[in-house]
């Protein structure tokens, strides 16, 4: 919504559920300098943990207090016992974030687009573990993606994105190590708001956005999300549109009994963003004198590649209460997604392949999908609580499912982009000029001879996981929290390729558990320690033809959570060990095919969040982590190693002040820092390859008039030139961007 503030002082007023919202409206009511109040607002009873609900939808400020992601039950995040993250909607307005990647540059234990910006899909290394759309969930049930065929959620659907770090397979099936990242659609509420918003920015970015809902009588409710978004990009003409529509509706069915329907349609037609440059001439000058390749140089031709999607979703949430001690709970949600891709990247400079350039000129490689998945995702919980003892059990027993079908259309090998037969088309990066579209020719990879549509192979994919669950809460006494939790899976995906009749099948079944004690203090502190393990299923054959075995592991994590009472903020630390086993190497199917694989990462995480004052806010994050090879097929040379593009230190602070009286009511100013430390482009640790570290700041500057809210918000305000990571090929990081807004609110 535009208005956060506005918006949520009023549902102070309107809501019960609201005491601290409605601390704050009384204290900034009674006095116009609400420092001399101080005294008075800390001497209101107020309970932080009832000041908000599990969905975000009265989050006021940064601070979330509980959450639904950790345990699938409404759990203040004082009482769990692992490492939970909440950003709220006003976090991501104020950065004006305008992808998940981007809402969680300031976020522990993450770091976030480590691929520069890619319009295609999000990326995310957790606690040192790399993950693509693997551990994305919305509304927490999973956004089943592979391959290209990656969902990307746009922030301004969300309410706020949660973060449940390490592994976390009891709850979700499948997941990486690293963690879950469950994204909270926006949702109908119990009054009548809305906002209509206008920007332009950098790269003549224009877009126009509207949000609003209002309650229909007898508990019913609607909402709708839309926006247009069209911008260039820090690569010259890379273009991107994106077109999406998100309503809901909320039916109350009686007194025990709510549904609510979500949908959403989002449209990208673009260029491919990601530019995939050589080390040489972008961590490393040219060897010959060229110097580095400048950061907007497309590598592709822009007028042949494209990149189009198409994202449905239809979904719901069933909520039903059989009494006071028992309730049901359903979401189910249908997604599609439709894709055309085309886009090239560079494999060696055209001197490597016997053609002297004097290192300038590049031959091109494309990578090429046409298709379409479609996925259901089922979740069903039934929650029983009850007492004994002394003892209070929040019961949860569940059963999900989840299916992915994929039927594209991509060449058996990337092509090699070509003038012709056996005649690369090569691209000077450091003085580019492209050719025309219909003169571009792809070149079988062996062959060098053209490709046609005929060439192309239609390969399908059909997956399916059926999970069990059972967890346990337990709360005695009102200080101790024991949590115990154990799944069964069973997972099948066949692989078809319908040109060669080539067919794949691989099955399995995996059992997981996990377990967590919390004490809590009567000063407001929490102390934990916490078990849990995770699988990944490995989508190959083995050396005999048998399913690889699945990707596994476990944690061992400790923690404090220091929440005092009157103080609307926490401070979390954490330690953790995270084991990775059953790595893969090698073609599946071949001698060459190995699991010996074994990554360990430990670390330390430092999180603070706290509205300080009704004025002051504030999101500061260290972390630590020491991620290593323990084994490898590749023996010595890389055991012991830095995993390439895992940075072991990360660092964030963002702080926004908000004047509430005197000369500059109505103004408001933001800022924050981000530093990533040095990686490497390889697992060898090779000196050449060492990227180094760097740090970006960020600004915003708002003021709010009366219904309006007018807003600067900008991302590298310094102007740092940076290669955010390398893999054999580097990627830059984002270049300043500047995005000024006008939002109307009521």
Known sequence: MGNRIRSGLIRGLQSSRQPLALAITITLAASPAWAEEQEELQTIEVSAEQS???????????????????????????ETPRSVSIVTREQMDDRAAVSISDALRYTPGIQAGFYGEDNKQDWFIVRGFKQANNGLYRDGTRTYSNGFYSWQIDPFLLERVEILRGPSSVLYGQTPPGGVINVISKRPQDYSFGSIGVAYGSYDRKQVSVDAGTPLGNGHAVRVVALARENGTQVDDV???????????????????????????????????????????????????????????????????????????????????????????????????????????????ADDFGTPTNRTEVVRYISTEDGHADSVNADNRLMHKWEFNGMEHTLLAGADYQLLKIDGKDYAADPIVGDGPGSPNTLNVYNPEYANASDIVLLDSTTFMPLTEADLQRRTTDSYQVGFYLQDQVKIQ??????????????????????????????????????GLAWLFDNGVTAYTSYSQFFQPVLQLDANNEPAESEQGDQIEVGLKVQP??????????????????????????????????????????????????????????????????????????????????????????????FLNGPLKGFSVGAGGRYVGSTYGDDLESDNMRVPSYTVWDATVGYQWDDFKFQVAAKNVFDKEYVATCNYWCWYGDSPNVVGSVTYAW
């Open 565 to 658: 009472d009157g103080f609307d903020g926490y401070v979390n630390v954490a330690a953790f060990k995270i084991k990775h086993e059953n790595l893969s190497s090698g073609t599946g199917g071949t001698p060459a095919f190995q699991q010996i694989g074994e990554v360990e990462s430990e670390g330390v995480e430092l999180e603070a969040v706290a509205n300080i004052t009704p004025a002051w806010s504030l999101v500061a994050n260290a972390t630590y982590v020491d991620p290593q090879i323990v084994s490898d097929a590749r023996g010595d040379s890389v055991e012991g190693n830095q995993p390439n593009q895992i940075a072991k230190e990360l660092y964030s602070a963002w702080t926004k002040y908000q």
């Open 239 to 349: 273009e991107q549109e994106r077109v999406l529509f998100a309503p809901s509706l909320k039916l109350n069915l009686g007194d025990a009994t709510d549904l609510t329907l979500l949908a959403s349609y989002q449209e990208d037609n673009s260029d491919p963003y990601l530019q995939f440059h050589l080390a040489e001439g972008t961590l490393n000058p040219s060897s010959t004198g060229n110097g580095f390749i400048d950061e907007d140089v497309a590598v592709g031709n822009t007028d042949y590649e494209r990149f189009d999607r198409t994202q449905v979703t239809f979904g719901y949430q069933l909520d039903h209460a059989f009494n006071e001690q028992t309730s049901f709970q359903q979401n189910v949600r249908y997604g599609r997604i439709d894709i055309d891709l085309r886009q090239m990247y560079a494999l060696a400079y």
């Open 52 to 78: 908000d609900d599990a969905y975000g939808s009265d989050d006021f400020g940064y601070v979330g207090q509980r959450s639904m992601t950790a345990t699938k039950t409404d759990t203040p995040v004082s």
């Open 478 to 515: 009102d200080h101790l929290v024991a949590t115990l939790g154990v799944r069964h899976d069973r997972v099948d995906s066949e692989f078809e390729n319908k040109a060669t009749g080539a067919k794949q099948d691989v099955d399995g079944d995996e059992w997981t558990a996990n377990a």
